[in-house]
């Protein structure tokens, strides 16, 4: 079945330190990868996605993550947090030829940050 | 900057009423969705529509209907609502098949049916 992992429910860290978010993704065919943020009362942003070529893409905000076939993996890391990065983060993948309708979430990361 | 309106940010409805939810997109996007969110289940595609008056069930279409008569306007409809449907209702739309996938999402509409 096709699925979406992310493991860590909520991840507290300090303000500077690096992040990792973890996810680990299901999928029968070659998937397009997706992260997205949340804010308190907004709706999901965009940070980044992956289609193809280099492994490590970088995204907005200061983000990247690495695509892992081997390890089924797409984590999100950010080498410095900062406060305004207290969100919600959703791991997404998808079909290739980016047929929306297929998108599966996961159930997201809940970001907080401590001065 | 592209914009994906809900008009309803906040709603309290009873069990039983008809619920409109109203989504609007500035983009002329062919594809729009709505999306349901809970807590530990993530985002959950209701129904989507690929063009004016086409429209698909998604994962959890029970107990809704969606219609789509203007390419920029996509709006769900729970004909009775009820408890189990008070929740977060997120819409969002996307380019023709040429575009990478990208979903611009409206601020959500927050539901709670009594």
């Known amino acids: 079945a096709q699925s979406v992992t992310q493991p860590d429910i909520h991840i507290t860290v300090s303000e500077g330190a690096s992040l990792e978010l973890r996810c680990n993704y299901s999928y029968g065919a070659t998937p397009y990868l997706f992260w997205y943020v949340q804010s308190p009362g907004q709706g999901l942003q965009l940070l980044l996605k992956?289609?193809?070529?280099?492994?490590l893409v970088q995204g907005i905000k200061g983000f990247e993550a690495e695509f892992k076939r081997s390890q089924s993996s797409f984590n999100l890391r950010k080498p410095s947090v900062h406060w305004s990065d207290a969100a919600e983060y959703f791991c997404?993948?998808?079909?290739?030829?980016?047929?929306?309708?297929?998108?599966?979430f996961g159930t997201g990361t809940l970001l907080a940050v401590q001065p | 900057d592209v914009k994906v309106t809900q008009s309803s940010r906040y709603l309290v409805k009873r069990t039983g009423e008809k619920v409109f939810l109203e989504c609007v997109q500035d983009m002329d996007h062919e594809n729009m969705f709505w999306y349901r969110q809970d807590p530990g289940l993530g985002l959950r595609l209701i129904y989507f529509s690929y063009d004016v008056k086409m429209k698909e069930k998604g994962d959890i279409p029970e107990g809704y209907s969606v219609s789509r008569e203007k390419k920029e306007r996509f709006s769900l409809i729970l004909e009775s609502a009820s408890t189990n449907q008070t929740s977060m209702y997120l819409c969002?739309?996307?380019?023709?098949?040429?575009?990478?996938?990208?979903?611009?999402f409206g601020e959500g509409s927050r539901l709670t049916v009594l």
């Open positions: 997404a993948v998808g079909p290739y030829g980016g047929a929306t309708n297929k998108l599966i």
């Open positions: 969002a739309s996307r380019g023709g098949f040429a575009n990478t996938g990208e979903l611009f």
């Open positions: 992956y289609f193809s070529g280099d492994t």
